[in-house]
T-cell receptor, first 109, second 116 residues
């Protein structure tokens, strides 16, 4: 079983709609959860992190965490073409960050 | 100037060559990392240095040899690599390893390695 699983996509969403990205993890002891965005040919950059069950909002981005079900999601409201990228879910485990393989998101005009 | 700088950006080498990747961070961080990114695979942590001491070696083959002479510089020495080692090698830094729970890794642009 992969430690952090994501649907590889591509996920295609029309401009202005809500994009929903999901991630599941295997280590129940994980405490911290992160979303990185990686544009094609660029390096990953941290966009959200969440520690507690529930929602965390930052502008158009909302991270949702459900520890009982071991999933974390990222919602992007009012999707823009500039949101087209690969989104990496990451989880802390044994003092190191473990990444999923990423979901490629494409926002179509 | 970017916070984490990697050179070279692209490298092609034969299996018998010896080369090195270089990473420099200008953020005042004291932890540095090497990650490997292959197509459709998760980022793989290779090595972690905290205060110039190697604190993680994630079962990486000995043909990869890291070096951290100070908290701002990190090298990855490569020798007798295999074609399957072709990948994007990313360097990252963080404020200190105790802050790793914030996930605030700052990545360089990566070195794209092709082994023929």
């Amino acid at each position: 079983q992969k430690e952090v699983e994501q649907n590889s996509g591509p996920l295609s969403v029309p401009e202005g709609a809500i994009a929903s990205l999901n991630c599941t993890y295997s280590d129940r002891g994980s405490q911290s959860f992160f979303w990185y965005r990686q544009y094609s040919g660029k390096s990953p950059e941290l966009i959200m992190f969440i520690y507690s069950n529930g929602d965390k909002e930052d502008g158009r981005f909302t991270a949702q965490l459900n520890k009982a079900s071991q999933y974390v999601s990222l919602l992007i409201r009012d999707s823009q073409p500039s949101d087209s990228a690969t989104y990496l879910c990451a989880v802390n485990g044994a003092s190191k960050i473990i990444f999923g393989s990423g979901t490629r998101l494409s926002i179509r005009p | 100037e970017t916070g984490v700088t990697q050179t070279p950006r692209h490298l092609v080498m034969g299996m018998t060559n010896k080369k090195s990747l270089k990473c420099e961070q200008h953020l005042g961080h004291n932890a540095m990392y090497w990650y490997k990114q292959s197509a459709k695979k998760p980022l793989e942590l290779m090595f972690v240095y905290s205060l110039e001491e190697r604190v993680e070696n994630n079962s990486v083959p000995s043909r990869f040899s890291p070096e951290c002479p100070n908290s701002s510089h990190l090298f990855l020495h490569l020798h007798t690599l295999q074609p399957e080692d072709s990948a994007l090698y990313l360097c990252a830094s963080s404020q200190d390893r105790g802050r790793i729970d914030t996930g605030e890794l700052f990545f360089g642009e990566g070195s794209r390695l092709t082994v023929l």
